[in-house]
């Protein structure tokens, strides 16, 4: 996998800053790219890890994560950016205030099954029990399970895999 790291020309520098913010405080999550994100972090520090290798970039850098990557993200200072819109599934495990949280959020469960789902809005899940994972039309597959908190971005196509079945409570926000 190529990341591209480089300090932005001033058109792009004001281009990004017009783009939506994202921050993490998370210390280390698991993330797949079913499609390029470019990103201009604004603040903090990340080394992302993957097979093969591993890229650090921080304040001041243009980013770009291409489709297909499997990395793990290794955040050394909190990190914000401002970045294209993407698909991204993020699976980590759940700040304490995170998991208090969700627990005040709807119940759904599904027994094992596969079925294809296109998500409307934002969907951020807390896996109480299961196994399970979802598949890109490349065949890129992310696992998760009990534990887990799992973002599910707008927009995202994907087939749904539940080897164990599932209980999660989740919230849907539309952006």
Known sequence: MNIIVRKPTDAEKAFMESRPTWTCHVPEFECYYSVDETCLITEGEVTVEYKGGSTKFGAGDLVILPHGLSCTWKVTKPVKKHYLEVMDVYVRKPTEAEKAEMMKMPLWSCGITSFACTYGSEE???????????????????RFGAGDLVIFPQGLACTWRVDVPVKKHYVKVRR
Do not use: Q
């Open 124 to 142: 951020t899940c807390l896996i109480l029990e299961g196994d399970a994972s979802v598949s890109f039309g490349d065949g890129y597959m992310v």
